[in-house]
């Protein structure tokens, strides 16, 4: 038009400022504007308008605000559509305030009594939050259509008000008002997220059928999600079958009903969901984002590994790779799979790496003992200005714990403080956690007094933390108190509660916590509750009976009973019984490296050379190898690594002189010479070579002794159980230099005090 000379009227004009304005070439919609000889008010509402369909938040309000006030200015008398343009950009924007003003005008001007400006109105205050203004603006509407009632629904439902908005469907039915599958599908989706209300829910779906909309597409996604958010599997399905021409979106629903199942469902059921996902792509129904996070979901919870890369490809195939919460659900499957690699790469293909997509890959970090990695990758998140959240603290909390490193704890919880994210009750349960493991039972105690809203978990972890740390009254007392507040006891809670039993011998106290936690509170003990009454049989000296318990136990085939057995044979001196646990041992783990170690010391031992070199020689063509011994301690900001065997320090000479100076002191006090045969394997010395000289832990220990304050304790961790020696060598260096020491192996705390060490001499 432009080039023929053409000079269109005002209505051709208008048509083409509504063409640039649904474009959302609002910049050439403005010079269009300006260039008008004249403007009605079609014109100021199609601009008004473009400017509030934008969505960019404020900026676009405030310039379709500014449009609206020089249409006033201008002199155009504005009409409905005028102000509902202006409502719906404030409705989008949140803008109560200038929402509010512009209802004021509205009302001013006489045309709030229609019943479209009435909707606009409730639909504004409605995303603005402000649930109030909307039932007074319902209530006194002059003009109510099926619309009106729709979004009163909608807001009772947008606002989590789920018991509200049932009582509004009621009333719309008693007072006539034709139910929809707008109004059906959102108190659907209301009551999905209401605990305890079956009834409800059925009542709901006779009301579908009797309106004959539970056919409809929306409405039968919106009860099959309704029915599988709250475990109704069963009705789901069912559902799911009597909806005709299912859609993606039907079975997007279904699909993650199975994945929302919870941890107790057999996979056998989950797997159903990928059956579905193989229906779906056979009728050449294109996935949709959300139907590919559920389905990684469900083979995440089913450790569907070889499942989930299949569907890897699908989603490259689809070109969702660069979904962030896709990449997070592929992040934690091949995290389960202990395939962190593969966890990485898609991480870095993930273009919009959020705080939940780094927390991700935070935790498999730690999934995968990576424990330091995890914690480089955390500074690397604060070092390119992105804000944590209470989840990201928490797993970084948790690998800070499983390194043991106190300076590091401490900063960190510091920066928890800071951050204002303490307040959270995940983030106080990792700080108890972080805490026992690095021995400070005080601070762990403080974290738990801190927790504004404490759950079963917070007071589980702390019972743990006394038991592990030798405060067994302190723990069954905490335990009965959770009881009489009322607090569900949870299988972590009966763990500790049997560790406390254990190491105070406490066999009948000990049986009638096993049995309450079976009888009483429907827990189903796990291998380590069992191991744990072994572990009571066997300190109180009945042998017998902790192997009878292992064999009517239903887990005689799980190492870790078969382990604490073991420990009770070699405390006791019951060599036969011994070699019969670890031969036993060997059988279940026939490619750990410390059954066959164990056992070779058990035959030596017993004189049973032959039997001991057959199984030395088996270890050989089996190709296991014994793991190094690592003791590790933080100094400095840094982690200090020692390795058994090792006799050279590369430190200074002070602590070289420290560490030979603990050997003279030990000498002195008690001859060691020999080498235990229970733990130090196919070690040999040769003449004049200290034994004691070549254990990482306690150069680990001379080295905190040498750099840390003098009332520090020192605090090591290690990667294999402590040895008879230097378990023996820093009970007496405790008492002499007068320092807590604190060791930390795979299975106990030690803390040596003067003298003598928390676990009672029985680990």
Known sequence: MLRAGYHPGLFLRNNLLAVYCCCGDMRGAHLLFDGMPRRDVVSWNTLIAGYSSLGGGASSTHLALAAFWEARGSGIQADRFTYAAVLAACGRAGDGRSGRAAHGLAVASGLARDAFLTNSVIDMYAKCGMIDEVRLVFDRAEERDEASWNLLLSAYVRMGWPEVAVHVLVWMHRSGVKLDSFALGGILKACSEL????????????CMVKVGLDLDMFVGSAMVDMYAKNGGLEEAIKVFDCIPNQNVVVYGAMIAGFARLGNDPCPEVRIEAVRLFSNLLRMRIKPSKFTFKSVLEVCNLTDAVCCGRQIHAHVIFNGFQDDEFIANALINLYSKARSVNDSLRCFHMTPKQDVVTWTSMITAFAHDENFEKALDFFIEFLSIGKEPDQFILSSVMNACAALSLPATCKQLHCYTVKSGLDQ???????????????????????????????????????????????????????????????????????????????????????FRHYESMI?????????????????????????????????????ENDPILWRAMLRACRIHGDKERGIRTGEKLMDLEPFAATSYVVLYNLYMDAGKVSLAMRTRGLMRERGVSKETGISWTESGGSIHHFADGDSSCRHNNA???????????????????????????????????????????????AFGLSTLPSDAPVMVMKNQRISPESHETLKLLSGQENRGIIVRDPTHFHRFDQGSCSCRDYW
């Open 519 to 555: 009888s009483d509170f429907g827990c189903s003990p796990s291998a380590k509750h069992k191991a744990c009454i072994v572990d009571l049989l066997g300190r109180v000296g009945k042998m017998a009976e902790a192997e009878d318990f292992i064999m009517g136990s239903g887990s």
């Open 424 to 510: 959270f009750t995940v983030c106080g349960n990792s700080q108890i956690d972080m805490y026992r493991n690095i021995g400070d039972v005080k601070a762990s105690k403080k974290a738990l007094e801190q927790i504004t809203c404490l759950d079963t978990y917070s007071w589980s972890t702390m019972v743990l933390t006394y038991a592990v740390h030798g405060h067994e009254n302190e723990a069954l007392e905490l335990l009965q108190k959770m009881k009489d507040c009322g607090v569900i006891i949870d299988n972590t809670a009966f763990l500790a509660a049997l560790s406390a039993c254990s190491q105070q011998g406490l066999m009948d106290e000990g």
């Open 655 to 701: 602590v070289q002189a420290r560490l030979e100076d603990l050997l003279v002191r030990v000498k002195q006090r008690t001859e060691c010479g020999g080498t235990d045969v229970w733990e130090l394997g196919f070690q040999s010395r040769k003449a004049g070579e200290s034994s004691l000289g070549r254990h990482g832990v306690l150069l680990a220990v």
């Open 195 to 206: 605990e305890g209300s079956e009834d409800l829910r059925r009542m709901l779906h006779g």
